[in-house]
C-alpha cells in the first residue's frame, strides 16, 4: 500500500495502555504536539488483568506518578469501588493503597481525560513500522498506509506484540480480551537489530456474581477512613463494595493433577517465560505441593456489571477443566464463567537496549514504555509511561532527560533495575529490590517529587504553593516539637501509665518523649501548651513518621550521599572497555552491553565486581580515555 503524508507532531505515542496514556498525558502538558496512537479506541486504559491499582511498592509508584504530575492516581481515585490501606500493623516503609476499580467507568473517564487535553490527538490506528533516518526514529507507518512524522516516538505496546492467546489445547493470534494482535510492527523491531524476547502472562476466569454463594466466603470490606492516591483528591467514595475471600480445596488440586498434560505450561505449548512472583493455579498445586489449599479473591469488575475476577486462579487450563475447578471451590460451586483464563504470550524488548531515560540505544529519539520493557502490571507500566514520555517531550523540545535515582522513586529503581540489569521474567516492583525503601514511603512521595514535576511543568502553581504551605507547616511542627519540653506531672504520668510508657522524672523534650515506641503524635502533643489539633492531619503524619524514625533515616541518608559521589562519576557512552587492562572477561563484555552512565550504574551490573569499578576509578581518573570508533 502506498503511503501518504498524514501529520507531524513533536511526540507520537504507540499505544493506549497504562503506560501510553501517562507518556501522552506527559506530553501534551509539557507543551509538545502529541498523537496517541491505538489499536482500538475501546482499549485505552483497559485492565485486562485484575480491576485494581497499588498494593505494596506498586501503591507508591502510583502516588510517585501523582507527585509528578501524572495521570493514574486522579483517576482511580474517581473511579474505585473501594479502597484499603495496606500493611498498616507494619512500618511506614511497607504501607501502600490498594484500590478496587470500576473497570469500565476507569476507562472512560480516562478516555474523557485525554480527549479534552490540550495538545493530544488520540486515534485509532495499527502501527507496522517505524521510520528510521540515519539512526534516528522520525515516525511511523500505520496499517491504511499514513506515515505521521515526529521527533521522538514513544513505543507502549504491552502485551501485543505478536500476541497470542492460549487455552488448553486453543491458540490463536490476539491481544487481550480478543483484540488485534501486532505483528508487523515485532517484526519490523527484529528487523531493526532489537534483541527479544518471549514472555507469558495470564488471567484468571471471571464468573457471574449473582451465583457466587457469599456465606461460604469472608468479606473484605474497604476501609472506612477516607483515602485517595492522588493529593488534589478532596472528595471520597462512600458506598463502598466489598471482595471476599475464598481457598481452592484438595479437590481443586486433585483435578489439576489430574490433567497436567492439558496445561499448556507443562505440554510445552507455552513456550514464553511466566512472572515468578505471579504464578498460574497449576504452578502453584506442583510447586507448593505440602498447602492444601490457596487464597483467592473474589473481586467485583464494577458498579454495572456481575462480573467478579477471581484472583488467584490464573490459569491456562482447557475451559471443561476450569469448570470443574470452579465446582470444588467454596462458594463457587454453581458460579457460572462468563470468561475463562487464559495465558497470553507476546515479544517484549531486553531492556539493557536503553538508556535511563528510557531512549533506545540503537536509534535516536526512540522510547520504550510499559510491557514492552519486560515489566508485568499497570504500575510499573504508568510508572515507565510518564518518564518515557517527559523524555520525548523534552528530546523534541530540545532538553536534557529526567532520570529518577534510586534514592529518589520507586519509579529510580524500577528503570534502574531494568536498564542495568536487565530481566529473565516478567519484572514485578517489590518493596524488596528498594534498598533505601525507609525514604521512599507512600507517605512522603510529594515531598520527594513535587518540586520535581514543577520544574518539568507538570504540577500547576496552585497545587505547587499548596505543597509549599504543607511542607512549611511540617517545619514549623518539627521545630516546636524540638523546643517544648514536657514537664512531670499527675496528667503526665497517668497518660505515659495508660500507654505502658515509663514516667518521667524530670523535662523531657517534646520529640524525644514522641521517640518512644508506645506513643504516638496525639499523645505528646496532648501534653504540650499548645496541643496542635488544628494542624492537618499529613502533616502530624509526617512529623511523627520524620521524628521516629530519625536515626533510622539519617543512616540511609548517609548512604545515599555514598552512592550519589558513585553517580556523579560519568562513564563517556562510547567507552572502550577493551583496553583497561584487570577488569574480568564478563565484567568487560557485561559493561559493553549495559554501556552505564556513571560508576554507580556499572557498580550495580550483574557480573561486575568491586575490584572491577576499582580499576575502572583508576582509568576514568587517569583522563586519557580510549573512545570505540565506527
Known amino acids: 500500500m502506498k503511503g501518504y503524508q498524514a501529520g507531524s507532531y513533536d511526540v507520537i505515542v504507540v499505544g493506549a495502555g497504562h503506560a501510553g496514556v501517562e507518556a501522552g498525558l506527559a506530553a501534551a502538558r509539557m507543551g509538545a504536539k502529541t498523537l496517541m496512537l491505538t489499536i482500538s479506541l475501546e482499549g485505552v486504559a483497559f485492565m485486562p488483568c485484575n480491576p485494581s491499582v497499588g498494593g505494596p511498592a506498586k501503591g507508591v509508584v502510583v502516588r510517585e506518578i ?43 473517564a480516562m478516555k474523557e481525560t485525554i480527549e479534552e487535553t490540550e495538545n493530544l490527538t488520540l486515534r485509532q490506528g495499527m502501527v507496522e513500522r517505524l521510520i528510521v533516518e540515519d539512526g534516528i526514529c522520525r515516525g511511523v507507518v500505520v496499517a491504511t498506509g499514513a506515515e505521521y512524522r515526529a521527533k521522538s516516538v514513544v513505543l507502549t505496546t504491552g502485551v501485543y506484540l505478536k500476541g497470542k492467546i492460549i487455552i488448553g489445547e486453543l491458540e490463536y493470534e490476539s491481544g487481550p480480551n480478543n483484540m488485534q494482535a501486532s505483528v508487523h510492527l515485532s517484526e519490523n523491531l527484529h528487523q531493526l537489530g532489537f534483541d527479544m524476547v518471549r514472555f507469558k502472562t495470564g488471567t484468571p476466569p471471571r464468573v457471574n456474581g449473582r451465583t457466587v454463594d457469599y456465606s461460604k466466603t469472608e468479606i473484605q470490606p474497604g476501609d472506612d477512613a477516607p483515602l485517595s492516591f492522588s493529593y488534589d483528591t478532596t472528595t471520597f467514595v462512600k458506598d463502598q463494595i466489598p471482595c471476599w475471600l475464598t481457598y481452592t480445596s484438595p479437590e481443586t488440586h486433585q483435578i489439576i493433577r489430574d490433567n497436567l498434560g492439558r496445561s499448556p505450561i507443562y505440554s510445552g505449548a507455552i513456550v514464553g517465560t511466566g512472572p515468578r512472583y505471579c504464578p498460574s493455579i497449576e504452578t502453584k498445586v506442583v510447586r507448593f505441593s505440602d498447602k492444601s489449599r490457596h487464597q483467592l479473591f473474589l473481586e467485583p469488575e464494577g458498579k454495572e456489571t456481575r462480573e467478579v475476577y477471581v484472583d488467584g486462579l490464573s490459569t491456562s487450563m482447557p475451559e471443561e477443566i476450569q469448570r470443574k475447578m470452579l465446582e470444588t471451590i467454596p462458594g463457587l460451586e454453581k458460579a457460572e464463567m462468563m470468561r475463562p483464563g487464559y495465558a497470553i504470550e507476546y515479544d517484549a524488548l531486553v531492556p539493557t537496549q536503553l538508556w535511563p531515560s528510557l531512549e533506545t540505544k540503537k536509534i535516536s529519539g526512540l522510547f520504550t514504555a510499559g510491557q514492552i520493557n519486560g515489566t508485568s502490571g499497570y504500575e510499573e507500566a504508568a510508572g515507565q509511561g510518564l518518564m518515557g514520555g517527559i523524555n520525548a517531550a523534552r528530546k523534541a523540545l530540545g532538553k536534557d532527560p529526567v532520570i529518577l535515582d534510586r534514592a529518589q522513586a520507586y519509579i529510580g529503581v524500577l528503570i534502574d533495575d531494568l536498564v542495568t540489569k536487565g530481566t529473565k521474567e516478567p519484572y514485578r516492583l517489590l518493596t524488596s529490590r528498594a534498598e533505601y525503601r525507609l525514604l521512599l514511603r507512600h507517605d512522603n512521595a510529594d515531598l520527594r517529587l513535587t518540586e520535581l514535576g514543577h520544574q518539568i511543568g507538570l504540577i500547576p502553581e496552585k497545587r505547587y504553593q499548596r505543597f509549599l504551605i504543607k511542607k512549611e507547616q511540617i517545619r514549623q511542627e518539627r521545630e516546636r516539637f524540638t523546643r517544648i519540653s514536657i514537664r512531670p506531672t499527675e496528667h503526665t504520668d497517668k497518660l505515659l501509665k495508660e500507654k505502658g510508657a515509663a514516667p518521667i522524672s524530670e523535662p523531657v523534650r517534646a520529640e524525644h518523649l514522641l521517640k518512644r515506641p508506645e506513643l504516638g503524635y496525639d499523645d505528646v502533643a496532648g501534653l504540650m501548651p499548645e496541643p496542635g489539633w488544628k494542624v492537618p492531619a499529613d502533616v502530624r503524619e509526617q512529623v511523627e513518621i520524620q521524628i521516629k524514625y530519625e536515626g533510622y533515616i539519617s543512616k540511609q541518608l548517609q548512604q545515599v550521599e555514598k552512592m550519589k559521589r558513585m553517580e556523579k562519576k560519568k562513564i563517556p557512552k562510547d567507552l572502550d572497555y577493551s583496553v583497561i587492562d584487570g577488569i574480568a572477561t564478563e ?44
Not at 486522579?74 to 504501607?95: F, S
Open 66 to 108: 501523582d507527585a509528578l504530575g501524572g495521570e493514574m492516581g486522579h483517576n482511580i481515585d474517581k473511579t474505585y469501588i473501594q479502597m484499603r490501606m495496606l500493611n498498616t500493623r507494619k512500618g511506614p516503609a511497607v504501607r501502600a493503597l490498594r484500590a478496587q476499580a470500576d473497570k469500565q467507568l476507569y476507562q472512560r
Open 587 to 630: 565484567a568487560r563484555q557485561k559493561l559493553d552491553k549495559v554501556q552505564p552512565i556513571s560508576v554507580g550504574q556499572a557498580s550495580r551490573v550483574s557480573g561486575v565486581n568491586p575490584s572491577d569499578i576499582a580499576i575502572l576509578l583508576v582509568y576514568l581518573e587517569q583522563g586519557r580515555l580510549a573512545r570505540k570508533t565506527g
